[in-house]
């Protein structure tokens, strides 16, 4: 079955206390990006890449960073995280961004940062 | 200015009714367009791609408006089913691999 997964699906934790996301696809997709969704303010694009070994910042990558070593991986990580990055997390991928190529979204992980 | 605006909602609509909502755009540059939809708590899905020319599928039509740079989604015969958020995709032709999602338009259909 083609699918995002991304783990853990919820976590809690404390400020500074690094963590990982991990988000693999299984579509042998080029393109992969994580979101962030907040009340009010929708999704918004973290980092996208648009291939392995490429990154590209999105709106808001303040206190993030991804690596892209394979294509199928595309783990998001936390260095040390701050009560604002409570939020919903989603990982996408895309055969390709523009066009028809739909983004496949993973199921979201809720991250509170205590 | 938000680069994509759309109406919070929520919509209430009784089932059977036509609903229709608008995703305003600001950069003029944007080249492709797409609906998706939310349920609470899920991930959002693609609903439809946004052609040009407008395109429909089943009870769903989405239209593009470059001179008014705005989209548009119709759901006619609304179904229980159908509540849920609607999220309109922009993507700009100078950044082509970014996308920008508006904050969605919440629907609800009720008997």
């Known amino acids: 079955e083609a699918q995002v997964t991304q783990n853990p699906r919820y976590l809690i934790t404390v400020t500074g206390k690094k963590l990982t996301v991990t988000c693999s696809q299984n579509?042998?997709?080029?393109?992969m990006s994580w979101y962030r969704q907040d009340p009010g303010l929708g999704l918004r694009q973290i980092y996208y890449s648009m291939n392995v070994e490429v990154t590209d910042k999105g709106d808001v990558p303040e206190g993030y960073k991804v690596s892209r070593k394979e294509k199928r991986n595309f783990p998001l990580i936390l260095e040390s995280p701050s009560p604002n990055q409570t939020s919903l997390y989603f990982c996408?991928?895309?055969?390709?961004?523009?066009?028809?190529?739909?983004?496949?979204f993973g199921d979201g992980t809720r991250l509170s940062i205590l | 200015r938000k680069e994509v605006e759309q109406d919070p909602g929520p919509f209430n609509v009784p089932e059977g009714a036509t609903v229709a909502f608008n995703c305003t755009y600001s950069?003029?540059?944007?080249?492709?367009f797409f609906w998706y939809r939310q349920d609470c708590r899920k991930e959002p899905k693609l609903l439809m791609s946004v052609y040009s020319s407008g395109n429909e599928d089943g009870r769903f039509t989405a239209q593009l408006n470059r001179a008014s740079q705005y989209i548009s989604l119709l759901i006619r015969d609304s179904k229980l089913s159908d509540s849920a958020t609607y999220l309109c995709?922009?993507?700009?032709?100078?950044?082509?691999?970014?996308?920008?999602f508006g904050t969605g338009t919440r629907l609800q259909v009720t008997l």
């Open positions: 995709v922009v993507i700009h032709t100078g950044t082509a691999s970014k996308l920008t």
């Open positions: 950069n003029s540059a944007s080249q492709s």
């Open positions: 996408a991928s895309s055969s390709r961004v523009s066009g028809n190529q739909p983004q496949h």
């Open positions: 579509m042998n997709h080029e393109y």
